[in-house]
């Protein structure tokens, strides 16, 4: 089947060592002794809430065979979200909108594909690039959970596109020269940032933070401390003399931190939900922990140097585990676990030369047996982890062959707190309640069908085991030279303009059946 190279037990819970513990543990203890003696009918009220906390754990270029819980034959292990998914749900079918980051992150924030915002495909953001494809009027997540009364947040990358001007006021476009151009006083409060787009509380890179050629933090829509001096990459380490691949020598804010990101990230986050507790216990809160691990470059914190055993991605990821594991933690020692869902996804597959090297130096594949990498529009460019635990809620232990999408976290959380959605929002987005809860038939799909995009946005689409590409090639990569020459696998069907694969026997969409089964590839051609 599809799955069964994905589908295996999860393994015991792993004890993590006392540096993994919370870097902010005095401080949560601290306010939870200042609030005990009056935490009693704080607490009452929250427990009596209608809705759940909410948190999205949003990881980055984290391929299907990159956490332990997935890949019985990962290099290394993620213990926290292994036992993550022990005590929820783990999907095995699984999908990003889109196979880059921008088009994915437009897909977890509007519940769309990125065809309805630019009319076809949409590439990722560098520098002051612009604007937002989150356009004025969309619904979004954090919108839609404001009008429930949530408090909102997001903390991390962004990177859906900013609008940044000159001092004339005239847009710029991204890159490299445009990010010394820009006039701080004209673009803040950011007109289509995280404030504008239904978040109550933000800080947030623009685009990639160790990549992009504008390395600046924004806070709450405002820029504490613009980019004024070049970034030389010589300044940082590279790690076995090679994963600080794709750190571009762009423009930096003095004191940009570029290997504390991801924990920095979290501390954020801890503190939205602390003070949130602290100052509103009787509302919900949303918050999107939005990590940039495991992007190029891979630049782990220091204290996870050496501690997976299969180099400096894999410490990477191990990072990873222990800041999910790191939140987990916090939301028990505040007493709010049982009323708290937490979502673990991702937005597309693994990094082209990271799959490479992983293979070829630490028996390790991203990609999990799955033909494609990021960009590709293959299985291994767009199928990725997603994870839910809801204690009391979501029944322990549960494994799911449904096919889902990112988009599909919107109608959920929509379901969850009773919101109607509007016919023209979130309209690519379906109620995956059911499934998490256990109350859906496993043989009957949620979805009629699914639809991805590619990196130059070309369509996908998926019903059942069968899958049709609109499109010749990879959708990404070029496999006909360079480092991806090795994993070229010949068309077997080299005059179609399109490609149909049956997953359930070809798992690896090796066998291109576009002239043999026509009436299937017309059928999903018309969806």
């Not at 870097?23 to 003696?37: G, I, K, N």
């Not at 939005?290 to 050496?306: D, N």
Request: charge should be negative; aromatic fraction near 10%; hydrophobic fraction near 35%.
């Amino acid at each position: 089947m599809v799955n069964a190279a994905i589908n295996q037990g999860i393994p015991p819970v792993v004890e993590h060592s006392s540096k993994n513990k919370l870097v902010c543990f005095s401080f949560v203890l601290c306010f939870l002794a200042t609030v005990s003696m009056n935490a009693t009918g704080s607490q009452q009220e929250r427990y009596e809430a209608k809705f759940p906390n909410i948190i999205i754990i949003y990881a980055d270029d984290l391929g299907i065979g990159d956490l332990s819980c997935y890949n019985p034959n990962a290099s290394y292990n993620t213990p926290r979200l292994d036992h993550m998914a022990a005590e929820g749900i783990r999907f095995l079918d699984a999908h990003s909108p889109s196979t880059i980051c921008s088009p994915s992150r437009y897909g977890l924030y509007s519940g769309q594909q990125i065809y309805r915002s630019t009319g076809r495909g949409g590439g990722a953001f560098e520098g002051p690039g612009g604007p937002s494809y989150l356009k004025p009027g969309t619904l979004t997540l954090g919108g839609m959970l404001k009008q429930k009364g949530y408090h909102t947040g997001v903390f991390g990358k962004w990177h859906v596109g900013l609008t940044w001007f000159d001092n004339k006021g005239k847009r710029l476009g991204g890159g490299f020269d445009n990010s010394l151009l820009i006039d701080y006083d004209r673009s803040t409060p950011l007109i289509d940032g995280p404030n504008a787009r239904g978040f109550d509380a933000s800080f947030v890179t623009p685009n990639c933070p160790t990549t992009d050629p504008l390395y600046i933090y924004i806070e709450n829509g405002m820029v504490p401390i613009p980019a004024d001096r070049r970034h030389l990459r010589s300044t940082l380490p590279n790690p076995a003399g090679k994963w600080r691949w794709d750190n571009d020598e762009g423009w930096m804010a003095p004191g940009y931190d570029f290997l504390g990101a991801d924990l920095m990230f979290y501390e954020k986050t801890e503190e939205f939900i602390v003070d949130h507790l602290k100052n509103s216990p009787e509302k919900p809160f949303f918050t999107v922990f939005s990590t940039q691990i495991a992007h190029a470059p891979v630049l782990p914190a220091r204290e996870f140097v050496g501690t997976s055993g299969a180099g400096p991605r894999g410490d990477f990821v191990v990072e990873l585990d222990t800041l999910v594991g790191r939140v987990i933690d916090l939301v028990k020692e505040l007493g709010i676990d049982g009323e708290t869902l937490i979502l673990f996804n991702a937005d597309n597959g693994a990094e082209t030369m990271h799959v490479d090297w992983m293979r070829e130096d630490h028996d390790h594949d991203p990609s999990a047996g799955l033909r494609g990498m990021k960009r590709d529009a293959w299985e291994g460019g767009h199928r990725v982890p997603f994870i839910a635990r809801w204690p009391g809620r979501i029944p322990q232990g549960q494994v799911s062959d449904q096919i889902t999408n990112t988009t599909d976290i919107f109608a959920t959380l929509a379901s969850i707190v009773d919101f109607t959605l509007p016919d023209d929002a979130a309209v690519d987005s379906f109620d995956m309640l059911p499934v998490m809860t256990g109350k859906q038939d496993p043989v009957k799909p949620v979805r009629p069908h699914l639809l991805t995009q590619s990196f130059r946005g070309e369509f996908q689409i998926r019903k059942g085991q069968w899958k049709y590409l609109d499109h010749q090639g990879s959708g990404g990569n070029n496999y006909e030279r360079g480092a991806l020459k090795k994993y070229e696998i010949k068309e077997t069907a080299p005059e179609a303009p399109g490609q149909l694969y049956n997953l359930a026997a070809d798992p690896q969409e090796t066998i291109n059946l576009y002239f043999k089964k026509t009436e299937v590839r017309r059928e999903l051609q018309t969806l």
